[in-house]
């Protein structure tokens, strides 16, 4: 038998999300023990690591969501932690552009969502589109939000581990969530107690909600994200450069990053993955869990709930490289289609779907109870809102201990 600790709260899951939510308990609750589980050997492996470091300003979502009410906030707070660290930020600012003129009521939308938000987001005609970036291309108008900026991922998770270990926060790597019972959990050949535990274990959350009783109605289907680097020119693009999106499903269309070292990447193609961990090639191939993926896909897309269908097959066909860097082509004036470089690391989004309806979950999913917490949907963009949904999940986390019922933000 394996020896056995104690914490006041344990957190499963060292990505973005798991690492600020540590740090937000600890700095309410100084002296307090805090542990964070992780199966892997380091921090950010998954999402959190192999996400653009986009921050976003916060203009796509509706004002009565949860994302909307975070992401501005999040932009600030992630902006002033990294240079209290010492992180770099790009400040290099993301124009929405439109390719023809039916788009031009998709950019009203964005700006009628910013204006309720509060969010600083200016119409800009082609001429002035020129000063910010000379090759971004736009039909008569364009929307220029001048607070996103780049990050690089790894480098923020990597300084917040050493935030909070600093703080006195335990981190366990290499210790795989189990089970729980009662007050006690396995990670790895460890039996853990706890007083409270939450749940941001990203691809696995909903496996382990289950396991705990909550999120029954819902389950995660992966989608795997690819990037292509443009790597004849870094010069190409100043800023971050995006379609207007489909409101209608969480997935952004085809546009370019400045990332913070100043490379260009275009992205994504977000294609089905047949594992949770599909990456590339075989490794972490899991038999079981492809089939009741592919089974998962098949029923929603004979079900065609919410335009599924459509949706997928958008996706799939930017999987074709010449087809992916057409789409691209569509917002600047000069693009070299040789110039591209190979896939960059390939991300996996774990996407939140209502077993009963079909939908595809666009706002934080988070359920619990006294005990325990789950991050069921991290919504994007939840690098850049990370901050302030820790706060929000260390808030609810307190009330539920005095008794709160079962919440559910989405």
Partial sequence: MGRQEHYDVVIVGAGIIGLATAREWIRRHPGSRVCVLEKEPSVARHASGRSSGVLHAGFCHSADSLTARLVLEGNRLMK??????????????????????GELGGLHELKRRADAGGVPLHWVDERE?????????????????????????????EEMRRD????????????PFRRA???ELRA?????????????????????AHGMGFGQACEIVPFRSLYLKYVKDDSIVRTNIYPVPDLRN??????????????????????????????????GFHAGECLRILARQSRMLAANAFGYRRLALEELKKCARGHFIRLAG?????????????????????QLVDRRTGRLAQDFVVEGDGRSLHVLNAALPAFTCAIPFARYLVSLAEQKQGGLAHHEAG
């Fill in 181 to 183: 019972a009662g007050c």
């Fill in 250 to 283: 969480p997935f952004s269309g085809v546009h370019f990053t400045k990332t913070a070292d100043g490379s260009v990447l275009i992205g994504p193609a977000s294609m089905p993955a047949l594992w949770r961990e599909h990456y590339g090639g075989f490794s």
């Fill in 80 to 101: 002033a932690w990294c240079e209290e660290r010492g992180i770099p930020v790009n400040e290099c600012g993301k124009v929405v552009v439109a390719a023809e003129p």
């Fill in 164 to 175: 909070i270990a600093d703080r006195g926060v335990t981190i366990k790597f290499g210790a």
């Fill in 129 to 157: 589109l020129v000063d910010i970036d000379p090759n971004a291309r736009t039909c008569h108008r364009a929307l220029w939000s001048p607070l996103a900026a780049t990050v690089d991922p790894e480098r923020v998770c």
């Fill in 188 to 208: 790895g050949n460890e039996t853990i107690r706890f007083g409270y535990l939450i749940n941001a274990a990203g691809l696995h959350a909903d496996r382990i």
């Fill in 330 to 350: 569509r917002l600047v004036k000069r693009l070299d289609p040789g110039g591209f470089g190979e896939h960059v690391r390939a991300g996996v989004r774990a």
